[in-house]
């Protein structure tokens, strides 16, 4: 593979000054040109989880979050989960990063993509995106995937899983997709490329433009020049998942395990001597199924079971605790000054009487309005911080989380 040294006055896209303000939670019932001039809850009545939307002009005057070579940086990093896909004379092929910033090939080259996923945790802007479509819960939003490809580039014809909202950020790509029913994959491949294509609809997205895909929609995009796409992706559980990662929390928590009955050992005085020694024993499958009948939980179990699974940091998730935090007093000052924000990493979520920040639990405090709407808001203005410092114990847990790393002191960069 041709190598490219990294030249940093080469950077093709800008990076946007996204205003603050902008990150603010969209509001259900306002029009919005994101969404077409409809509003969120049009969107996900009409739309979410139902059918394709184009949207020209969602975002008229973007720009990529990251540029080119910056992008190429992120992609260097351990914390960032990066992929290359190429494709040269029909053979596709697929590396997973970090890469050495000189393992990338030449820009000149056609036909390759460079996908960085959760950019969002590392740049404001990226999350400043993500925020946009906030009209959908926390819960459900994932991650902003950054790719960028040069002429001819893409990762062929798949379907995705999950929602998706492919937001052209810099050049243009030709998307194409399908309804169609046969997903077969083509076999011996290193990425999921649908065997048959059949394309229905076809579309060249400019910069602003974005296309929203519901699950399992096949869609095939290919840069038309040098491209760069913003993936706005989501998470949705299996069952399977659901069901697993319930039970273990439930043990985990005493629940199942340290109760008397779920101690309790395995009995089995009525085992008769066996011929068939590697038979499993009817007795001990009928015992499984009737423990499983015994589990019991309660609605408070499905909330903390949720909370802290969906605030769980991803595994790759680093905080950055500050090397030297101010002391409490000039931390509130500073936050009385220019207010508080959430990491770009800090996941805090509530339910009616506890709330999750980073997978851990606790009540709701008295106060409990400060809370909910830095969990929605993400921030928390210096005027209205002074307001709400009278609350000692508001001022010492966001002074914690400051120290951890999960909080940071002033307004976006
Ligand atoms: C891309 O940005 O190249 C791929 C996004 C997708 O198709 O899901
Ligand atoms: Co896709």
Redesign the pocket.
Known sequence: MPKRPLDHRAGTATTSDLPAALAAPPSPDSPTPLLGGLTPSQFMRRYWQKKPLLIRGAIPDVAAPLSRDALFELATSEDAESRL?SHARGRWSLEHGPFDSDALPSVKRREW?L?VQGADLHDDRARALLDRFRFVPDARLDAL???Y?TDG???GP?F?SYD?F?LQVHGK?RWRISAQRDLTLKPGLPLKVLQHFEPEQEWLLEPGDMLY?PPHIA???I?QGECM???I?FRAPSANELIGQFLYYLAERGELAHSPAGERLYRDPRQSAVAHPAELPAAMIAELGAILARVKWTQRDLVSFLGSYLSEPKPQVVFDAPDRPLAEAAFIRRAQASGVRLDNKTALLYGARTYFINGEESALPRSRKWLCELADTRRIEGKRFVTLSTDESMTALLYEWYCAGWVRVGAFS
């Open positions: 896909v993509t996908l995937m950054i790719s490809a580039g893409g990762v798949h995705d998706v492919l790509r895909l869609h095939d995009g840069a796409t913003c993936s992706g």
